[in-house]
């Protein structure tokens, strides 16, 4: 299994990001993902998740209105669309999925927003 983030950077208040998480080594479309994030010093929280089928989404409360998960089942792959990003989104963006036998996540890709 693998699971490979990308599509971070550093941005100015305001601005925008989207993250992509590319998987392989599992059936994609059977499974529910997730992003979370975790700040320095701080614990990692999940920011938003999103069924197998896509159809239903959550978010956390810091971020609704804002960010938007999506997925596309025929790319294998999760996103993570941030609008109205804020320094306090600043962190290190992880991707999830949860299988039967335990949870992978990938390396990480890191998040700065800045002026």
């Known amino acids: 299994v693998q699971v490979v983030e990308s599509g971070g950077g550093l941005v100015q208040p305001g601005g925008s990001l989207r993250l992509s998480c590319a998987t392989s080594?599992?059936?994609?479309?059977?499974?529910?993902m997730s992003w979370h994030r975790q700040a320095p010093g701080k614990e990692r929280d999940m920011v938003a998740h999103i069924i197998n089928t896509g159809s239903k989404t959550m978010y956390a409360d810091s971020v609704k209105g804002r960010f938007t998960i999506s997925r596309d089942n025929r790319k294998n792959t999760v996103y993570l669309q941030m609008n109205t990003l804020k320094p306090e989104d600043t962190a290190v963006y992880y991707c999830?999925?949860?299988?039967?036998?335990?949870?992978?996540w990938g390396q990480g890709t890191q998040v700065t927003v800045s002026s």
């Open positions: 999830f999925a949860r299988l039967p036998e335990r949870g992978y």
């Open positions: 080594g599992f059936t994609f479309s059977n499974y529910a």
